[in-house]
């Protein structure tokens, strides 16, 4: 038998948009399939439904050469298939034991009995290098080891077909090495992978086929040791992507945002360190300076403190010479200072808002669009429409889409026209791309580069060295929460940056940064 799964002619529809139409995947026994496509292409779907999550209006789902009737996650686990979600499915104040035989525990006379569950755990823990703590809890524990605990789940359950939505989103480098590590060994045990992702990167790295969507159609199917990243990204976008970032020399101007020996104290309990320490530097006008780093280095709290999310316990924030240290976030955001959020779904949506009202967060309560506290619904509607022609925002149903319902991508898109509509001095921009496609990643970097020509002073935040690499005029690393080199991105190599970022490597004379 060829195939271990085959998913034949799938249709599923929503209200205003067809998420897969007439889409036909088949994997093979022991390989890794990589299924690629923009953010909305209908690559989650597609694997929701094989998951149970969904049911299609057409098409039918083989399963080791059986029709199989997948009527939700149960059904799946009893054919062997088991799914590590984009936004993982863990309860934080249970231990890892606890999550892994959540829905499957065993009990004895009313009584949880663990022994052999945690036998069995640490057992495959061990046998697939994943080094998880059983009795940690979810809570303390870090995104990568969260995303073992997910994949000890579908060991736990004995699943032989994995999938893996968008599995390295939200990890660093170092994570997303060990990750493509564990995926060859679980092959080599005779598992078979359907990997989700649009990091071309990634599948050149681990995949021995790729099926490519877009725009919820089946685009092909190909081996991947035969096709280029090129060809790759062109299936997937439907025409040429410029993989490089197009960036002129440009002289920067006056100083935009200055920042004067910062500390800001750890919130954990327990915690008397500070996570920023002592940090200086300065964004000038028509630049873009690049923070780099391993996440957890104290860049979450520094873009918390100058946003005013977090408070400053001693230094001094500036902005086009004015101090704004003890101003209110709402102050902040109307005197020219606009941030794009790491966390999109905490800090840049209101998920259940519709995609109109989330365009005009930052302003609503101007002039333009409230009148005696009531909102004028045509300018927003106006303004909104302006924006999603504009960016290019994708939805179903338009302004009135729910913004939960959105593919990442567009989410991001929303967030980053609202931002930049602002006109700000000073934008903030926090991993603007993590979790985006090759076409997204284009667009919003090519955006930024339009508003730092146009004399905006960015201050951009990543863990991905290409974007540092490619976007940033000049590079700040942080380690440990202080700012260890001030560097120029055509002066230094990957491996050196990388280096800097680990805390290997210290500049020897310290730079004004």
């Known amino acids: 038998m060829e195939y271990i799964i085959e998913m034949l002619n799938i249709t599923k529809e929503f209200p205003g948009i067809v998420a897969n139409d007439d889409i036909t995947l088949q994997l093979k026994k022991g390989e890794i ?105 979810i809570s303390d524990i870090t995104v990568g ?90 299936m997937m976008v439907g025409r040429k992507v410029n993989l490089t970032v197009d960036k002129q020399e440009k002289e920067p101007g006056e100083v935009v945002l200055k920042v004067s020996n910062l500390n800001v104290m750890s919130k954990r309990e327990g915690h008397t360190r500070n996570v920023v320490e002592d940090v200086s530097f300065e964004v000038r006008k028509g630049e873009i300076v690049c923070i780099a780093g391993i996440d957890g280095n104290g860049q979450t709290e520094l873009v918390h403190a100058l946003t005013g999310l977090e408070s400053i316990t001693s230094g001094c924030v500036t902005l086009n010479g004015e101090d704004l240290t003890k101003k209110s976030i709402r102050y902040r955001n109307t005197h020219g200072m606009s941030h794009i ?89 926090v991993q603007p791309v993590r979790g985006l496609d090759v076409g997204a990643i284009e667009y919003i970097h090519k955006e930024l580069v339009k508003q730092r020509d146009a004399g905006c002073a960015i201050l951009l935040v990543s863990l991905e060295l290409d974007e540092v690499m490619n976007l940033s005029d000049r590079i700040l690393v942080m380690f440990e929460g202080r700012i260890v080199a001030n560097l120029n991105p055509k002066e230094v190599t990957f491996n050196e940056l990388g280096l800097y970022m680990a805390g290997s490597k210290r500049e020897e004379k310290r730079h004004e940064a």
Request: proline share 2%; hydrophobic share 40%; with cysteine.
């Open 33 to 137: 399939h990589a299924l690629l496509g923009e953010n909305g292409a209908g690559k989650s779907t597609l694997m929701s439904v094989l998951f149970g999550l969904y049911q299609p209006e057409k098409g039918m789902i083989k399963v080791k050469g059986t029709f199989a009737s997948i009527k939700g996650p149960l059904d799946a686990n009893a054919l062997g298939i088991g799914m590590v979600h984009q936004h993982f499915k863990l309860v934080h104040n249970f231990t890892v034991l606890q999550n892994i035989v959540l829905g499957i525990e065993t009990t004895k006379n009313g009584i949880l009995k663990m022994d052999d569950a945690r036998e069995k755990i640490v057992a495959l823990s061990e046998r697939y290098n994943l080094f998880v703590d059983p009795d940690a809890y």
């Open 145 to 234: 080891m969260q995303q073992r605990v997910e994949i000890l789940k579908m060991l736990y359950r004995d699943n032989d077909i994995l999938i893996f939505d968008e599995p390295t989103a939200v990890l660093t480098p170092q994570e997303i090495e060990e990750l493509m590590q564990i995926m060859r060994e679980l092959t080599t045990e005779g598992k078979s992978i359907l990997f989700i992702t649009h990091k071309l990167n990634e599948i050149k790295a681990v995949a021995d086929r790729c099926t490519v969507l877009r725009r919820g159609k089946y685009i092909g199917t190909v081996t991947v040791s035969e096709t280029d990243k090129k060809m790759l990204s062109e």
């Open 341 to 429: 959020p790491e966390d999109r779904h905490k800090h840049g949506l209101v998920l259940d808002y519709n995609l109109a009202y989330n365009l005009v967060l930052q302003q609503y309560f101007e002039k333009e669009f409230n009148q005696l506290g009531f909102l004028k619904s045509d300018a927003v509607n106006q303004y909104a429409d302006l924006l999603i022609e504009k960016y290019d925002i994708r939805s179903g149903q338009g302004r009135e889409t729910k913004t939960r319902s959105m593919s990442g991508g567009n989410q991001q898109k929303t967030i980053v026209a609202r931002e930049i509509m602002k006109d700000p001095s000073l934008l903030l921009a």
